[in-house]
């Protein structure tokens, strides 16, 4: 018989053995060329002509540099003449509307913009793209 408030009783069933996955093959390397064909590879390539001489490599030169460095003080000099002093409160400043704030300094800063498109674009002819 039963006793009460007792839990059942579950047979016990034999534990099962542990499958071991199989070991995965070693993946194989690929096949990498030696060291005496890697330097071979190198000096071929690097014996390949690379377009030239630095000037032909190089796409801005030192005078597309310049043109751009004045266009920049340009630029520079424009926005330095559009500062200065401003309305503070009360008080009214009239240099606010002079003519270098609104004319003068606005189109010195368009002009450094417009030129430096040419000064990027600019091209230094050799002697033998003439001829």
């Known amino acids: ?5 007792q839990a ?3 047979p016990k069933t034999p ?12 993946k194989k390397m690929p096949n990498l060329p030696s060291a005496a064909a890697r ?3 190198l000096k071929r390539t690097q014996s390949q ?15 597309n540099y310049m043109m751009m460095g004045v266009c920049l003080l340009l630029i520079a000099v424009g926005f330095f003449l559009m500062g200065g002093s401003s309305n503070e409160g009360s008080t009214f400043n009239s240099d ?7 004319v003068v300094a606005p189109f010195i800063t368009f002009v450094g913009f417009i030129l430096m ?12 793209e003439v001829d």
């Open 49 to 63: 002509p690379t377009g030239g001489s630095i000037e032909e490599v190089m796409p801005l030169t030192k005078v």
């Open 96 to 102: 606010v509307f002079s003519s270098t704030r609104i």
């Open 117 to 128: 498109v040419p000064s990027i674009l600019w091209r230094v002819k050799n002697k033998k």
């Open 15 to 26: 534990a099962k053995p542990q499958v071991m996955a199989p070991k995965a093959a070693p």
């Open 39 to 41: 330097q071979a590879e």
């Open 8 to 10: 059942p009783v579950v």
């Open 1 to 5: 018989m039963k006793k009460k408030n």
